[in-house]
């Protein structure tokens, strides 16, 4: 198991340094300066000389960079242009609505994706599974905000179930925190679900068409528990090796529906940085959510060992 | 030299096997309806975007302010927005933001990701393994973010929102670039090709693009469908293109804002998303299957024809009735323990034919007999094991005949009842020795439960008697082993586990379906003793399917031969080897290098078995038969006095080499 983690953190450090120098050399990439983006059309030789100092922007790449992975130590990620605020502090205010969305849409992509994908996969080619397979495929091809946008109209303004404007924070209102989160997670999840009951049904399909399951069926090993006990283990191999991705992908959904849902979440923190070219939280948010996936990764990693023998170390 | 057309030699080039032609990708296309309703709507949505001006009713800035969030009229199809913009219109021009932005976006990801992953598949090495890290760095991040960085760079624009989605699918692209290359790189032809002395660049495009074509046409279409999305996404948020440029996303952005006065603005702009988004991808998993030749049947088959030619019905009878008076005597001694009579299988085609597989199979097993089951490979085999077991394929069925188990019809019996039956009274053991064995699960779980199923013991018991099973098959150090893993086994334990696992119940009889095949030989035919010696001791009979004659001649003490779904001949061991009465028993005896003989080139029967389907009406050997005459071909031919051939008692055959 020690075994296992250090093995595995062997991949996801060096993952993480790579991503923190890419995300240190993006204010490279912009054409001019970061402080002719800020400054704009106001923007003057002098003034952009002048701005470029106070940021500290004028000083040489590697003492930069130095002073940027110091501060990665330190938990400082600098400072906002726009506002001036300690970009960590920004961050910390966003993650709760952030993490809330993603951890309901993540169970409710779990039970969706491997619910579907293991009945389905169970009943190859019946009508149960050729109109949930569909819907699958549906579930792939609605637009995330949009399938947010119909749940609102539908559940809040036309039902009055659910509140129209989602967060509350969970400090305050536990149970208001839970109805806000709903339709967010719902409509994350139903995504996550599609792609996650894609794959559970393939690997579902293919586990039972596996030597061992005739081996066993054949020992009278009951349908129920071959199925069950051996199949669904045998088919969490391959849909565990790509639930990172999924998680990837529900993060960058979260970014999106944010504004359909009013979350003050890292999305709309991240958007108006974009729009404002505020470098810093940009930077901020990029490493965050790196961060976050690699971190989930490795999480996932040591389950899949953990699951599939063949994938530990020796 | 200057060779103008690289890969020059295209007839004999494998690639032209490799890959569908166009010609024959089409013919696999028009049966995929799906596929071609997509293809309509996609071509549809280009119509539409090209000629957008001429079929939009209005221009898409044309306000009318007499007209805001008109409902739907004659004049404004799906209405007007909050400055009395005609919606169908501005959904028309949008369609072509859509088809523009996503197509870009898919050349640049071509355009960089392709390269990309011919370096890193051609290369290998370091620069794989660089890059594939590189790759992975860029999975750590949600491809939207890609986006929004992109745009914090560079600003807002149409070519930067073109590039910004191409890099977000860029690494898609190289991906798959790179696994193909890497197996095409690895393949004979190309190895032999760069030896011949192609430079890289012949062969990357005479070899390798060639066979990147169509995945990556699957790759496109689904890229395109996705594009479309994130271009919609980006749109939403504000980061598209700029406002006074119609898009779906921009659409939905403004319907967002009057949501709860007009819920209704946000199904247009919508529903033109899903539609063409799901197009694109249905046109990609038909193109992907169409490229692998996975058709999807039909599923509603017609009701299935019964081979009931008179005919055959006259052969199947004359073989019915010699097997009850062979066997009338054993079985009223109680000395047959498995009879099959004339058990029939055939597959059933969606197109309503059904094609035999298994034809009138007649087989007794005695107590503690072994049985060898021998055939080339296409013979129906294995297929007879599992109708033994009543575990068809899906879409098989059996189509006649009996499976008799001390006299009880197991082709009657319900699941549940034939549950009880696998393991406790009929085992099988499959050919590949891992494959045989869940790798997730230890090999004590795996002997557990079907020792559990049988006996209904405590766990604790049932991890005792299976390591007195493992034990018994020759598996030293068994309480460690019980908790290891498939992949911890060698084949031939692993193949000595899957007998435990055979044996749990204490079966009558033990299926060996081609279960040493895979096996190098020493380790073979110390599995095929530990069988002989199980036999003795639990006093079960053995059916050893196998097309090595070698084992059967070492270990049955009957044999029958099965050819193309069929038994042709079957008797005692010594009778059928010494004198083979069927052509095809003696050409296999003939193929079968003898030890002591001196053999200048291994003699094999000309031809193959003959697919099933392709069965003649008559003697199903007869197209590789050296002694067939017409006669064969006329009418099916009955399995008599346990040989099914008309000329039997006409031709001169010879048997084995004893030495």
């Given at each position: 198991m020690g075994k296992l983690v250090l093995y595995r953190l062997g991949f996801a450090v060096p993952q993480l340094l790579v991503v923190s120098v890419l995300v240190f050399s993006l204010t490279y990439l912009v054409p001019g300066s970061p402080a002719a983006a800020i400054l704009g059309v106001a923007a003057t030789p002098e003034s952009i000389a002048q701005v470029e100092q106070q940021l500290g922007l004028d000083r040489p790449p590697l003492e930069r960079m130095v002073e940027w992975f110091g501060g990665l130590l330190t938990g400082d990620l600098g400072t906002a242009y726009r506002s001036g605020l300690p970009v960590t502090e920004m961050l910390?205010?966003?993650?709760?609505?952030?993490?809330?969305?993603?951890?309901g849409g993540m169970i409710v992509a779990l039970v969706i994706g491997v619910g579907v994908g293991v009945y389905t996969g169970t009943r190859p080619g019946t009508t149960a599974d050729r109109v949930l397979t569909g819907g699958t495929v549906l579930g792939i091809a609605i637009p995330e905000f949009w399938l947010g946008m119909i749940l609102t109209t539908v559940f809040a303004s036309w039902l009055g179930w659910l509140p129209i404007v989602g967060w509350v924070p969970l400090s305050e209102d536990p149970l208001g925190w839970l109805r806000g989160l709903i339709l967010p997670s719902l409509t994350l999840g139903l995504t996550g679900g599609a792609i996650i009951a894609r794959q559970t049904?393939?690997?579902?399909?293919?586990?039972?068409?596996?030597?061992?399951?005739?081996?066993?069926?054949?020992?009278?090993?009951?349908?129920?528990?071959?199925?069950?006990?051996?199949?669904v283990k045998n088919a969490l191999v391959p849909v565990l090796a790509s639930a990172g991705v999924v998680f990837a992908i529900l993060i960058g959904v979260s970014f999106v529906i944010e504004r359909v849902f009013s979350f003050p979440g890292l999305g709309s923190l991240m958007l108006t940085s974009t729009i404002g070219q505020d470098f810093p939280v940009v930077q901020g948010v990029v490493l965050l959510t790196a961060t976050l996936v690699i971190a989930v990764n490795l999480l996932l990693d040591i389950c899949y060992g953990l699951?599939?023998?063949?994938?530990?170390?020796? | 030299m200057t060779v103008p057309t690289v890969g020059a030699p295209a007839a004999s080039s494998p690639t032209a096997r490799q890959a569908a032609g166009p010609r024959q990708l089409w013919g696999r296309l028009r049966h995929q309806p799906l596929t071609l309703v997509s293809a309509i709507v996609v071509l549809g949505v280009a119509v539409v975007a090209a000629f957008a001006p001429l079929l939009a009713p209005y221009a898409p800035d044309d306000t009318d302010f007499t007209a805001v969030f008109s409902p739907p009229t004659a004049d404004h199809l799906l209405g007007t927005d909050d400055l009395g913009r005609d919606i169908l219109s501005q959904l028309i021009f949008a369609a072509r933001t859509a088809m523009?932005?996503?197509?870009?976006?898919?050349?640049?990801?071509?355009?960089?990701?392709?390269?990309?992953?011919?370096?890193?598949?051609?290369?290998?090495?370091?620069?794989?393994?660089i890059g594939s890290r590189g790759m992975d760095v860029a999975d750590a991040l949600p491809g939207i973010m890609i986006g929004f960085v992109v745009i914090a760079i560079l600003g807002r624009g149409m070519l930067i929102l073109i590039f910004a989605i191409g890099l977000i699918f860029s690494m898609n692209f190289a991906r798959v670039v790179r696994a193909i290359t890497l197996t095409e790189r690895k393949k004979l032809y190309v190895e032999s090709a760069r030896v011949s002395g192609l430079s890289h660049r012949q062969v990357i495009f005479g070899q390798v693009l060639p066979n990147l074509a169509g995945p990556l046409a699957v790759q496109g279409a689904v890229f395109l469908g996705n594009a479309i999305k994130v271009e919609a996404a980006l749109s939403f948020l504000g980061l598209g293109l700029p406002d006074d440029q119609p898009s779906w996303g921009g659409m939905l952005r403004f319907a967002a804002e009057h949501q709860a006065d007009h819920p209704l603005m946000a199904i247009p702009p919508g529903v033109a998303i899903v539609v063409t988004v799901l197009a694109f991808n249905l046109l990609g998993d038909g193109i992907n299957d169409a490229l692998s030749g996975r058709r999807r049947t039909r599923r509603k088959a017609r009701k299935a024809q019964r081979l009931t030619l008179a005919a055959v019905e006259a052969a199947r009878a004359t073989s019915r009735a010699e097997h009850d008076a062979r066997v009338a005597a054993a079985v009223a001694e109680r000395d047959v323990v498995l009879d099959l009579r004339g058990v029939s299988v055939a597959l059933d085609r969606p197109a309503g034919e059904a094609v035999p597989l298994l034809d009138d199979v007649h087989l007794t097993v005695r107590r503690g007999e072994v049985l060898g089951l021998l055939g080339e490979s296409g013979s129906g085999k294995s297929m007879l094991a599992r109708a033994t077991l009543g575990m068809l394929p899906a879409g098989v069925r059996l189509e006649g005949g009996r499976v008799l188990l001390d006299g009880t019809d197991l082709t009657a019996m319900s699941d549940k009842r034939m549950r009880a039956i696998r393991g406790s009274r009929l085992a099988v053991v499959f050919q590949n020795p891992q494959s045989n064995l869940s790798p997730v699960h230890t090999v004590g779980r795996q002997l557990t439960d079907p020792i559990r199923a049988h006996h209904g013991m405590s766990k604790r018991d049932a991890r005792a008697r299976a390591a007195e099973l493992l034990e018994l098959v020759g598996v030293d150090d068994v309480q460690r082993r019980l908790d290891q893993y498939p992949h911890e086994f060698s084949g031939g334990m692993a193949q000595r586990v899957a007998i435990a696992i055979a044996i749990a119940g204490d079966p009558d009889v033990l299926i060996l379906d081609e279960a040493t095949s895979a096996l190098d030989v020493t380790t073979q035919s110390q599995v095929l003793d530990l069988v002989l010696d199980l036999r003795e001791r639990l006093g079960m009979a053995v059916i050893a399917i196998t097309h090595d004659l070698g084992v059967v001649a070492e270990t049955c003490d009957r044999v029958a031969v099965m050819y193309a779904g069929q038994i042709v001949e079957k008797g005692a061991i010594d009778a059928v080897f010494d004198r083979p009465r069927h052509p095809y028993t003696a050409a296999l005896l003939a193929a079968h290098p003898a030890i002591d003989r001196d053999v200048d080139r291994l003699p094999t029967i000309p031809g193959r078995v003959p697919l099933a389907g392709e069965w003649p009406l008559g003697c199903h050997f007869a197209g590789r038969c050296a002694f067939a005459t017409e006669r064969c071909l006329e009418a099916?031919?009955?399995?008599?006095?346990?040989?099914?051939?008309?000329?039997?008692?006409?031709?001169?055959?010879e048997g084995a080499h004893h030495d």
């Open positions: 910390a205010q966003r993650m709760p609505a952030t993490l809330s969305m993603i951890l049904r393939a690997a579902m399909v293919s586990a039972l068409a596996a030597p061992y399951t005739d081996t066993l069926t054949a020992a009278g090993v009951s349908r129920g528990r071959v199925l069950y006990r051996y199949g699951i599939n023998p063949q994938a530990r170390p020796a | 523009v932005v996503a197509g870009g976006s898919v050349l640049v990801a071509m355009l960089i990701g392709v390269p990309f992953g011919l370096i890193l598949g051609y290369k290998g090495g370091w620069y794989d393994r099916p031919v009955a399995l008599t006095e346990d040989v099914r051939c008309v000329r039997t008692d006409e031709v001169v055959l």
